[in-house]
């Protein structure tokens, strides 16, 4: 429909060898135009096989009604997508379709995520953000005392699926928070809104496994890591014990120096194959 409106109708792509498609001439000048570097897919998955080039595949994500035949839904999920963009190291990305990639890539991309913290994890999920500290970037001190963040952690959780509680702020140039500290201000909050019949998931947003396994105690039931279990080695162990699934985040160094000289060599490649390292 936004072809037709915009006065041009998708050219018919024509066969190359290996199964890959190309459309005309006026596509391949307009990849160019956007960074994208016409070339086979044959070329780009052998440059695949070298670990260095950091290959990532991400689906472009459509959510149209008028979607084409051979579409795969992504994650199992209300967006489709036919087409794939791949990332490397030392090449220009480029974008495939679902012909190039292998049957088991195809799969990852499009089958249904296992239910998280017992949400199903067909469509987006909402998390309402309870700062329970005085100096969070966003609404630090606003609900620091515990009535304040009991009242707000209520009001979220009429529209929110998840409540994600933190008694640390992670902002730039924060300053480490003592562990009977945070777990003081957040501990007591979970266990007054379990007793007040709150019953959606909540995640202890924490570095500490102290502050973890007192939220656990309390009635948490999701971690939220902002160093990806690096912090603290003793973190992956009261996860486990307490059999509660993860969020991973990516981070540089601590809050307190984060903002120090930070540096990627390609920002996206790097979060990438940061959180790739902490799963395997």
Not at 137 to 154: I, T
Not at 155 to 166: F, H, S, V
Not at 255 to 277: F, G, K
Request: hydrophobic share 45%; with cysteine.
């Amino acid at each position: 429909r936004q072809e037709a409106a915009c006065g041009w109708k998708r050219p018919e792509p024509s066969p190359l060898p290996g199964g890959a498609m190309r459309l005309n001439r006026r596509a391949d000048r307009l990849r160019h135009s956007r960074g994208f570097a016409p070339r086979t897919p044959q070329s780009i998955f052998a440059k695949m096989k070298d670990p260095r080039l950091s290959p990532y595949m991400r689906p472009i994500a459509m959510s149209d009604p008028a979607r084409p035949a051979g579409a795969l839904p992504l994650a199992g999920g209300w967006c489709w997508f036919d087409r794939v963009e791949v990332l490397s190291r030392g090449a220009a990305p480029v974008i495939v379709g679902l012909g190039d990639l292998t049957e088991v890539d195809r799969a990852r991309l499009s089958d249904a995520r296992a239910d998280f913290g017992g949400l199903a994890m067909d469509r987006p999920r909402l998390m309402g953000i309870l700062n329970i500290t005085p100096d969070s970037f966003s609404d630090g001190g606003l609900f620091l005392r515990p009535e304040a963040a009991l009242m707000q952690a209520r009001r979220m959780a009429a529209g929110a699926d998840i409540i994600d509680i933190g008694g640390e702020s992670t902002r730039p140039g924060a300053v480490e928070v003592l562990v009977d500290e945070e777990v003081a201000r957040t501990a007591p909050v979970i266990a007054a809104l379990r007793a007040g019949g709150l019953a959606c998931p909540i995640s202890i947003d924490t570095r500490k496994a102290a502050v973890a396994g007192a939220a656990f105690g309390a009635g948490a039931t999701i971690l939220n890591d902002v160093t990806a279990l690096r912090f603290d080695a003793g973190m992956a162990g009261v996860a486990a014990s307490a059999g509660v699934p993860v969020v991973l985040m990516h981070s540089v160094e601590t809050p307190a120096t984060m903002q120090d000289d930070p540096h990627y060599d390609d920002v996206l490649l790097d979060v990438y194959d940061a959180l790739a390292e902490r799963l395997a």
